[in-house]
């Protein structure tokens, strides 16, 4: 298989940098296929077929990190796997023998892994494929299929002919395209940094500590948190006609804007304009109402400065809202999610940095703030993304 005899699609491709195969086997701790190399070695990452994504440890500002999207692969399994028989997830890598993803599907639903319990020769891998949809067939079925092809077999297969999905279909064959996924910036890759905790750390950060001080050891704060400069708490409560919750006050002056676990965004409280917190309650209130006139079944909720009102702190990837129901005492407001796409849930229990504690600890699983599996390691996921100072500032 030479992804050269391919035909580049219509699209202007973007210039990569080698990939650094050795800065990852080194992090990975075992030797990757050599046919699987050899047919990245002029590409890096590249769409082929229009469906089939294959991923190559370079950097980019604009791309997702090579290691996390290892570890997102893997979650998105586990979880499908907890969904279907036999309802649990197979051995990963590290795990000795254990899946190592190389590829996945465009737009999601495919996830495709070496098998490399197959041999300790890793040009003998073979091809295992997980496809996540499994739980929309009529009866359940593994999501699992293992193919006795490697990396370059499979490809041509599904590229002139089509194998077997879990689900009952096919895959292929696919246009014999491919379109190079680089990045304008990409350069070097280098392996994510190595958190050195006690044992006792670790216990504090997932099990025993409480507040700031134990989402600090899963999530280290930025050395200088960006809360925005156009205003001060004073006049940000004034214009939101109420003070805040004591807690959160303290969780974003340890850690300002950003956003969590690639998830969770928080807007600079003290900017003005659309980007701070008064334009988010301006916004989110805006159309909540609006939502509300026209299906209040679907929009329960009253809205602030509504007695009791909905009060929107961070938003979601998925364009989900986080708030407090306003009745009483800010430091007993509870939070509650407002889902974008699912019916209104009920308030969740504790306050906003008791709840991001849990959840970022992988304890917590609802509508809008979805879990870990059993077996992530929240250290993993656990991530703080701070917002740049604007230039200039």
Not at 169 to 191: C, D, I, K, N, S
Not at 240 to 268: H, I, K, Q
Not at 293 to 319: K, Q, S
């Amino acid at each position: 298989m030479d992804l050269s005899e391919l035909q580049a699609d219509d699209r202007p491709p973007t210039p990569v940098g080698p990939a650094d195969w050795a800065a990852a086997e080194a992090w990975l701790g075992l030797r990757l296929p050599g046919d699987f190399k050899a047919l990245l070695a002029d590409h890096g990452p590249v769409l082929v077929g229009g469906r089939i994504e294959i991923e190559a440890p370079i950097a980019g500002t604009d791309r997702l990190d090579y290691a996390a999207w290892i570890r997102d692969l893997k979650h998105e399994s586990r979880r499908a796997s907890r969904e279907l028989p036999p309802h649990r997830p197979p051995a990963f890598h590290p795990a000795p023998g254990g899946l190592l993803p190389w590829g996945s599907s465009n737009g999601g639903g495919l996830s495709l892994f070496w098998d490399t319990s197959v041999s300790d020769d890793p040009d003998r891998w073979t091809v295992v494929l997980c496809e996540q949809l499994c739980h929309r067939c009529p009866e359940q079925v593994s999501p699992w299929l293992s193919y006795d092809l490697t990396v370059s077999a499979f490809l041509e297969t599904v590229l002139l002919d089509c194998l077997p999905l879990p689900g009952g279909g096919v895959l292929g064959p696919l246009p014999l395209t491919v379109h190079h996924r680089g990045a304008p910036e990409a350069g070097p890759w280098t392996a994510p940094p190595v958190r050195q905790l006690s044992t006792e750390e670790r216990e504090t950060a997932l099990r025993t500590g409480t507040g700031v001080d134990a989402l600090g050891l899963l999530a280290p704060p930025p050395t200088v948190p960006y809360l925005g400069e156009d205003l001060t708490w004073e006049r940000l409560f004034e214009q939101l006609g109420t003070r805040l919750p004591s807690d959160w006050l303290v969780l974003m002056r340890r850690y300002g804007a950003g956003c969590w676990g690639e998830w969770a965004s928080f807007n600079p409280p003290l900017a003005e304009g659309e980007r701070g917190l008064l334009g988010l309650v301006r916004w989110r209130t805006s159309t909540y109402r609006e939502h509300r006139a026209r299906f209040p079944d679907r929009h329960p909720l009253a809205v602030w400065p509504e007695p009791g009102g909905f009060l929107p702190f961070a938003t979601t990837i998925d364009n989900d809202a986080l708030g407090w129901l306003t009745a009483g005492d800010p430091d007993s407001w509870p939070v509650v999610v407002q889902p974008r796409h699912a019916e209104q849930g009920p308030p969740l229990e504790g306050s906003s940095t008791e709840i991001l504690l849990e959840w970022t600890r992988g304890r917590l699983d609802v509508e809008g703030l979805p879990g870990l599996d059993p077996d992530d390691d929240p250290f993993d996921f656990a991530e703080f993304e701070p917002w740049a100072v604007p230039p200039g500032r």
